[in-house]
């Protein structure tokens, strides 16, 4: 942190897939909580995560911003170590004895989301049809077991509570994306 501070053009940040993505939403909110300018970055944008990964194990970059899943099993071998988890709470399993941001001090807190969207003009029925189809899914053994494969958290929104959950993302995605030059 104190070389990203420092020098942050010193330091390479890779993610996929495109600048603007919520993988370099990522580095530059990590730039700006250590008191950067998020337009400083050292940012490269790749295909995909798996393209990201290879030039950090092939050494071609210095960090990679991506989901846990993606790295778990080059963790699990040793291959790579993870600088930070940018959850409220440590994961569980390969990731156990790697601390969150905000326990080295940086207040990052930072994860996708997946979200199931419907055209306007629903009536109430429909929407809580729905609602209910979705709660039901997210009760399923095999969601549960996709939650902890991927480590993703188990945070099911529905109506207004998700309405105002999206309010809030955007105006704080809007902000990181005019850090990083990319939004007015």
């Known amino acids: 942190m ?60 210095d960090l990679v911003t991506t989901a846990a899943g993606n790295v778990a099993g080059h963790v699990e071998s040793g291959k790579l170590r993870v600088v930070g988890i940018a959850a409220n709470r440590r994961f569980p399993g390969v990731f156990a004895d790697t601390p969150t941001w905000k326990e080295q001090g940086v207040n990052l ?30 009760e399923a053994p095999e969601w549960k077991t996709d939650l902890e494969r991927n480590f993703w958290a188990d945070d099911f929104l529905a109506g207004e509570k998700f309405r105002k959950d999206l309010d809030g993302e955007y105006e704080a995605m809007k902000a990181v994306l005019v850090d990083l030059g990319l939004a007015k």
Request: glycine share 14%.
């Open 2 to 61: 104190a070389r990203l501070k420092k020098d942050p053009k010193s330091v390479s940040i890779g993610f996929a897939t495109t600048l603007g993505s919520h993988n370099h939403i990522a580095a530059g909110l990590l730039m700006k909580t250590v008191g950067g300018n998020a337009r400083d970055l050292k940012a490269i944008a790749f295909k995909g995560s798996a393209d990201a990964i290879t030039n950090l194990l092939g050494g071609h970059i």
């Open 109 to 138: 807190v930072f994860g996708g989301w997946r979200g199931i969207l419907a055209p306007k003009g629903l009536t109430a029925q429909q929407a809580a049809f729905w609602e209910g189809i979705m709660r039901k899914v997210t």
